[in-house]
């Protein structure tokens, strides 16, 4: 069972950065389309942005021109860089990894973001 361990979370104030990563226990990437969700305290988890392998990416309105997601196969490894971060980004941010066929996928644990003065 592959495992997907976030982190890079933390307390920002508003405007500064964060740099989430999601590591994978095994090789998936070459086949998997990974994304990052979230979940603030109240509301439903909601899609943020997902790259596929081809590494076509996609992002959610609220977060296209400060966010960037990317993905080292490499190093199994997935990011999603946290610019001009608002106060409303605040919320539990989850690694995803799902096969485009749909018969697998995968959640990390999450990792807390909270954007404050």
């Known amino acids: 069972q592959v495992q997907l361990v976030e982190s890079g979370g933390g307390l920002v104030q508003p405007g500064g950065s964060l740099r989430l990563s999601c590591a994978a226990s095994?090789?998936?990437?070459?086949?998997?389309?990974m994304g990052w969700y979230r979940q603030a305290p109240g509301k439903q988890r909601e899609l943020v942005s997902t790259?596929?392998?081809?590494?076509?990416?996609n992002y959610a309105d609220s977060v296209k021109g400060r966010f960037t997601i990317s993905r080292d196969n490499a190093k199994n490894t997935l990011y999603l860089q946290m610019n001009s971060l608002k106060p409303e980004d605040t919320a539990v941010y989850y690694c995803?990894?799902?096969?485009?066929?749909?018969?697998?996928?995968?959640w990390g644990q999450g990792t807390q973001v909270t954007v404050s003065s």
């Open positions: 995803n990894a799902a096969h485009p066929s749909g018969w697998d996928v995968i």
């Open positions: 095994r090789s998936i990437f070459n086949s998997y389309t």
């Open positions: 790259i596929t392998s081809g590494v076509y990416t």
